[in-house]
């Protein structure tokens, strides 16, 4: 199997996962004993001293949105770095339309969201980030659930768009939700970075030496005022493509560990000379796997399966115990969010990826239709962990987080309906080339 169709598998699965967790924070937040929600996830803190200069004191939330989604985001970085190098986006052909496609959902919701809230202006104004997300899990989950009905170009198509789009969000976060900075601290980060890419160059390939290395600029990225999150990021890009020994390398020196294994297997020689060897034969084949494959598959369960339905718990929690739900849903910023997924999505993607087609900057998978697309372009509206988390950084006020919210989970509950509907509707054509006008 592909690799960017194995990641979409893991993908749909821990879609499943997330929207579980997503309907614990919710159920917990609003029953009997909802408060202990907030008391948890926003009263409990971790705080600790090292010497003068270090002092951490942050909420199980906050511990969570910028510690535990650093590795989301690392794993986000490697999905993007595998993809420009290795996969759908390696072709600049290629990766034009999605990413013109992207760019289009990226701008069409927030010109919307802008629309709904210019009245209310403030900190309102802030959130117009929080609609240009797309949700991998959830919006891949609903296309596993139609089976052979997505071509696998479609399926593919929307895996780079939201790719494509993570970027986008990623690029937003870094330059309009930074706080003040500190220009020494950013300086310590960015010389950690160099630090690590110096070591990369010179051939440094231990653990023990990265890992520390990477907490440490973490944690000046944290105090620079930077989205310390964005360090995954980058070190994510920084993580090599290319394995020490390549296969050649790797088939002569497997031949001659196991050319000799074998006649010391059978004979009475002590065990450690034959652990000796299987040793040997270990180490050559985990340098013969790219430390970006290698990270990627290590990872990735844990980041899906355990570290984004942590964050949806400590982040999807909306009290609506005394709360009017009809002007929870029509408050400005609600509906800019809601209608920005729904209709500025659907109308973004689908009108430059016309425009993209008609102008051959780019063409259409194999097999998909304009159907398709309409019903892709749905999808990405679904708009779920990265909104979320946008949306905790566009606001401190907590009513405001949640009519954000309210509006990422209803427009992400339409746009998800609707582009299943629409998909299902749709016959999948996998003998055309070209598809028809729009």
């Known amino acids: 199997m592909r690799p960017a169709l194995r990641f979409a598998d893991t993908e749909a699965s821990s879609g499943v996962v997330l929207l579980l967790a997503a309907a614990a924070a919710l159920i917990w937040a609003n029953a009997p004993f909802g408060e202990t929600y907030a008391e948890f996830w926003h009263e409990t803190h971790i705080s600790f001293e090292i010497g003068h200069w270090v002092h951490f004191d942050e909420s199980l939330q906050e511990v969570v949105n910028d510690g535990l989604m650093v590795i989301f985001f690392f794993v986000v970085g490697l999905e993007i770095k595998r993809e420009l190098v290795l996969g759908e986006l390696r072709d600049p052909k290629a990766a034009a339309l999605p ?141 090599p493509t290319r394995p020490l020994f390549s296969s050649d390398e790797f ?25 000796y060897e299987a040793r040997q034969l270990m180490a050559v084949s985990h340098e013969s796997i790219a430390p970006l494959s290698r990270l990627e598959h290590r990872l990735h369960f844990w980041s899906s399966f355990a570290i984004v339905p942590i964050f949806a718990l400590a982040n999807a929690g909306v009290r609506f115990a005394g ?32 425009a993209a087609v008609k102008l051959g900057i780019g063409k259409l998978p194999r097999g998909t239709t304009w159907n398709h697309v309409w019903g892709l372009a749905l999808l990405a509206g679904i708009g779920f962990t990265v909104a979320l ?26 746009a998800g309906l609707a582009g299943y509907w629409l998909l299902r509707r749709t016959t999948p054509q996998s003998d055309v080339d070209a598809p028809t006008d729009p």
């Open 99 to 239: 990413a013109v496609a992207a760019l289009g959902g990226m701008i069409f919701p927030a010109l919307i969201y802008v629309g709904f809230v210019a009245s209310t202006g403030g900190e309102a104004m802030a959130g117009w980030g929080i609609p240009m997300a797309t949700d991998i899990a959830f919006s891949i989950g609903v296309v596993a659930l139609l089976g052979s009905r997505v071509p696998i170009g479609a399926k593919l198509f929307l895996l780079a768009l939201a790719i494509a789009d993570d970027i986008g969000a990623i690029t937003v976060i870094a330059i309009f939700y930074t706080d003040d900075l500190s220009l020494g601290f950013l300086a310590a980060a960015i010389g950690g970075l160099i630090v690590i890419e110096g070591a990369k160059r010179a051939g440094v390939r231990s653990m023990v030496f990265y890992v520390p290395a990477a907490l440490t600029t973490w944690f000046f990225l944290l105090e620079s005022g930077v989205h310390a999150t964005l360090a995954g990021v980058a070190l994510g890009l920084m993580t």
């Open 389 to 414: 988390f946008i949306a905790s950084l566009a606001f401190d006020d907590p009513a405001l987080a949640d009519r954000a919210k309210t509006g990422i989970f209803a427009g992400s509950l339409v």
């Open 251 to 275: 088939d002569n020196k497997a031949r001659r560990i196991l050319d000799v294994y074998p006649a010391r297997a059978t004979t009475q020689t002590a065990r450690e000379h034959v652990d």
């Open 323 to 354: 709360v009017d739900f009809v002007d929870a849903i029509t408050h400005p910023v609600a509906l800019g969010v809601g209608v920005g997924l729904v209709v500025g999505k659907m109308f973004g993607v689908s009108l430059f990826t016309i």
